[in-house]
């Protein structure tokens, strides 16, 4: 199992719109909409923040939103705030198993 | 409310067997729609999945850490455990425990997680 593709580092002034990519094959990102992603700042546990491509918990704003084309799926925030500053990973899993993506470090300029 | 604590010897000594324990509080981790997680983290990278147990006995491990791997469930402790054998530096991480919740219509993958705990693999 090879790890999902996900750019090293991503920006955005306050305000804008940042989306994060997360490429798969046809065998994971592009077979099911089993793709999460997560949120983490630095020293503290990952937080849930996106399932099945698109859905958000609650509690988790708006601002953030996934969807899915062919094998990769992509995290969007709308509405950069400073808080959004952290790392994201992307993460399938359907069946028996976990992948997840490299990671992407979000500044906030 | 749910909290997950994990806990174990910071400092393994390599070949050794590293064994923690992930303390789950405000749930019963023998709930049917319940799957317990492990994840580690190594310093300054990415996440790794480990593997996923229930308290039936099924467990599911990343192929890669499968054939050093054990995954346990006490539930008369409410505690998830995890012991990695022939330890080597590259071992060492920051290991998380998790919930996958199935309990529901929707499933929610690895929706909580515990604080962490860093393991080093040194002599």
């Known amino acids: 199992q090879s790890a999902l593709t996900q750019p090293p580092s991503a920006s955005g002034s306050p305000g804008q719109s940042v989306t994060i990519s997360c490429t798969g094959t046809n065998s994971d990102v592009g077979a099911q909409n089993y793709v999460a992603w997560y949120q983490q700042h630095p020293g503290k546990a990952p937080k849930f923040i996106i399932y099945?491509?698109?859905k958000r918990p609650s509690g988790v704003p708006d601002r953030f939103s996934g969807s899915k084309s062919g094998s990769t799926a992509s995290l969007t925030i709308s509405g950069l705030q400073a808080e959004d500053e952290a790392d994201y990973y992307c993460c399938y899993y359907a069946g028996r198993s976990v992948l997840f993506g490299g990671g992407t470090k979000l500044t906030v300029l | 409310q749910m909290q997950l604590q994990e806990s174990g010897p910071g400092l393994v000594k390599p070949s050794q067997t590293l064994s923690l324990t992930c303390t789950v509080s405000?749930?019963?981790?023998?709930?049917?729609?319940?799957?317990w997680s492990w994840i580690r983290q190594h310093p300054g990278k990415g996440l790794e999945w480990v593997g996923y147990?229930?308290?039936?006995?099924?467990?599911f491990f990343n192929p890669s850490l499968r054939s050093r791997c054990t995954m346990s469930i006490d539930t008369s402790k409410n505690q998830l455990s995890l012991n990695v054998d022939s330890v080597t530096a590259a071992d060492t991480a920051v290991y998380y425990c998790?919930?996958?919740?199935?309990?529901?219509?929707?499933?929610?993958?690895?929706?909580?997680w515990g604080q962490g705990t860093l393991v080093t693999v040194s002599s």
């Open positions: 998790a919930r996958y919740d199935t309990s529901d219509y929707d499933h929610l993958p690895l929706d909580s």
């Open positions: 147990a229930h308290h039936s006995g099924s467990s």
């Open positions: 099945e491509v698109r």
């Open positions: 405000g749930v019963s981790i023998s709930s049917d729609g319940y799957w």
